[in-house]
């Protein structure tokens, strides 16, 4: 939520805008530009940007633009453009993606918020976990830009935040329109348009991806059918602007689900093989939108309707040797919600300001299930309920100009949340209520007109997912259980410092701390997200941009965390499973031109260190290291580009876990080993865009 906000109240220096952009500072490094080229440098950006509205250096803006420059395998890869993000999958195409950021394997979701226009992404108590994100239904050309921040300093920002979060922005207008279609390997075709006409006062523009691919799997067809379609109209209205959108989204697929290593090293399977070939899902996801915007006031109101249907088999012949332990969940809600807020300056000093909003939402689940399943036929029930979930929230953030350097950033929060779930199991039945006050600062100082430094303190939180705020009895045993809070508090501490010239170069780094009340925890046999264990989880983030010449860009990001529970359970140890410690990305770009048409060859290489898959961290998976490259020809009204995805056809992991599973002829308790979803292999897609 809160999209406008995060970019006119809170949002971000010029030197974000710089690193995130390298054609933008292309157009500020004027050294000895090549004759003839001065008149074509393209320009990205948005020089408004007001001095004071960023909090943290650890925000960041990226042109839609630059999300486009950058060779992905999948559309939830744009959040890569986050420094320490990596994203991952562990099955089909068509789920979310896997993400982690400062410590956490943040599965689909649970500690990162995402908006889209508005609209918020992460979904309460779903079916297949907390706070699940599934970004496949935005069309990538039709990202205005990628706003983000990291950390618990953010008054507009409530539930699942507390590792920070990321706001897309659609277009409001085209410059031309637009025909995109590629071909790959495995089967991979895509074809997207962008189209815009004006309607009287108004202008509307309407966007279509269609995609397939079957994916390079040794045994299954994962058969992905994507379709997305966009609508939008924007027309001036009163003293502002109004924005209506209505999005489509379908997807069907078959899952690649994680193996065990043990089923490769005896050749039961090769390393694109599976176990079980029999899963997979579809999913949908419709909404219809409102953004007012203007320079007193801003508005928003949506209407969602999505759903989820999942088979998954993750260990095998453990719980059922007889029909196998593959199971169904579902997700079928919708969502409505909205949000105000307004500027207006504060009695303080000239320039301060103060920003105060409100927000709410009501997610009305019909069916959240979990089902035993036989060849992707239901055998039967263990868990169905309905839930209406309702939350109110009321932020207020100021931004004080101490002096000419200094600044001060007081904000708090108030969140509401009541749930009323209607279980099968009539004794899970119930209703529940939480609220609670959340507060933030921050401090900037201008050291020089170069060197700028932050220090940032905040509380965020979570919810918990209404089933376990209401479970009394596990639904399969029978046995009492002890219900989790709904919602569960967060404290961050940060400082970090950005030095930029403005022109060639920018520099970020930050040291970071967050104390969290509980994790979370999926519980399969029950389907639901249960409060775990506190944790703490520390760490230092360094990023580095650097154009070289109008020819020559480059970057490095690396993240390094410490994460630890803060407890002693006996026979447990400290580690938080599934936590990647290292990460890095790095990546270079070369134009033959300096207007960026022609050739350009680019080259990015990520690095993920050995993860975290036990509490005592004693077995240690391998770390992950990927290089894709790519090859653009571009022209003013065309452009040629081929990728080359995992480059050097590595045969990594994408993402390990630990735990026991059953295959067939194996002991009744089963074996506790490594389970692991590989890299793809090498990967080579062709585009032709055409601009009209």
Do not use: C
Request: aromatic residues 12%; without cysteine.
């Amino acid at each position: 939520m809160a999209s406008g906000y995060a970019i006119s109240a809170l949002s971000l220096s010029v030197a974000s805008i710089l690193y995130a952009s390298p054609s933008f500072a292309l157009a500020l490094a004027l050294d000895d530009p090549a004759e003839g080229d001065i008149e074509h440098i393209r320009v990205n950006g948005d020089m408004s940007q007001k001095s004071g509205e960023f909090v943290s250096a650890s925000q960041g803006w990226v042109s839609g633009d630059t999300l486009l420059e950058r060779p992905m395998l999948r559309t939830g890869e744009m959040l890569e453009f986050i420094p320490g993000m990596m994203v991952t999958q562990h099955s089909g195409s068509g789920k979310a993606n896997q993400y982690f950021l400062r410590g956490f394997n943040l599965d689909h979701g649970t500690d990162f918020t995402v908006s889209v226009d508005g609209m918020p992404i992460n979904m309460r108590s779903h079916g297949h976990g907390q706070g699940y994100s599934d970004l496949n239904f935005v069309i990538p050309e039709m990202v205005d830009n990628l706003s983000y921040f990291k950390g618990t300093y953010y008054a507009n920002i409530g539930d699942f935040s507390s590792a920070g979060g990321a706001f897309f922005n659609l277009k409001d207008s085209l410059d031309d329109n637009r025909l995109f279609f590629t071909l790959g390997e495995y089967g991979y075709q895509r074809l997207a348009t962008l189209n815009h006409a004006d309607i009287g006062e108004g202008k509307a523009i309407a966007a279509f991806e269609y995609q397939t691919y079957d994916g390079p799997w040794t045994d299954i067809n994962e058969d992905v059918r994507k379709k997305n379609a966009n609508i939008r109209y924007i027309t001036p209205l009163f003293d502002g602007e109004l924005t209506v959108t209505g999005m489509a989204y379908d997807n069907s697929w078959n899952g690649a689900d994680q193996v065990p290593a043990r089923a490769i090293e005896s050749g039961l399977i090769d390393r694109l093989g599976s176990i079980d070939t029999d899963v997979g899902g579809e999913s949908s996801r419709y909404s219809l939108s409102a953004n007012y915007t203007s320079d007193s006031i801003n508005a928003s109101f949506y209407a969602i309707d999505t759903d989820l249907t999942l088979f998954s088999n993750f260990t095998y012949f453990l719980d059922n040797p007889e029909t196998g332990d593959q199971f169904e969940q579902a997700d079928d809600r919708q969502i409505y919600g909205g949000e105000i807020f307004t500027t207006v300056p504060l009695a303080v000093t000239d320039g301060s300001t103060i920003t105060m909003g409100a927000q709410w939402r009501f997610d009305d689940i019909e069916n959240v299930g979990l089902y035993r399943t036989q060849n992707l036929q239901r055998v039967g029930t263990i868990r169905e309920d309905a839930i209406k979930s309702s939350s109110y929230s009321l932020f207020a953030q100021s931004n004080i100009l101490l002096t000419d350097a200094l600044s001060l950033s007081l904000g708090g929060r108030y969140d509401y949340l009541d749930v009323d779930v209607t279980s099968d199991l009539a004794a899970n039945s119930g209703e529940e209520s939480d609220g609670l006050f959340t507060l933030k600062a921050a401090l900037k100082y201008a050291i020089t007109d170069d060197i700028t430094a932050f220090a940032n303190i905040g509380q965020g939180f979570h919810s918990n997912d209404a089933r376990g705020a209401t479970i009394t009895l596990d639904p399969v045993s029978s046995e009492p259980t002890p219900a989790s809070p709904l919602l569960v508090k967060s404290l961050g501490y940060e400082t970090g410092i950005n030095y930029t010239d403005g022109r060639t170069f920018n520099i970020s780094a930050a040291l970071w701390r967050l104390e969290l009340d509980s994790e979370l925890l999926y519980v399969g046999d029950a389907g639901f997200t249960e409060a775990s264990r506190p944790s703490e989880r520390h760490g230092i983030e360094l990023s580095a941009y650097y154009w070289i010449s109008h020819h020559l860009t480059t970057d490095i990001e690396a993240a390094y965390t410490n994460a630890r529970f803060s407890d002693r359970v006996e026979g447990e140890g400290r580690h938080i499973d599934g936590t990647v410690p290292g990460v890095v990305s790095a990546g270079a770009t070369y134009y033959q031109n300096s207007d960026q048409l022609g050739m350009s060859y680019t080259l990015r290489a990520r690095y993920l260190s050995s993860r975290t898959v036990e509490s005592f961290d004693e077995v240690s998976p391998p770390a992950t290291f990927l290089l894709n490259a790519q090859l653009a020809y571009r022209q003013p009204t065309w452009d040629v580009i081929l990728e080359v995805l995992n480059a050097l056809d590595s045969d990594d992991h994408d993402i390990d876990y630990f735990y026991a599973s059953r295959l067939p002829g194996e002991p009744e308790e089963g074996i506790e080993d490594l389970h692991y979803h590989p890299v793809e292999p090498r990967n080579v897609r062709l585009t032709f865009s055409l601009r009209y």
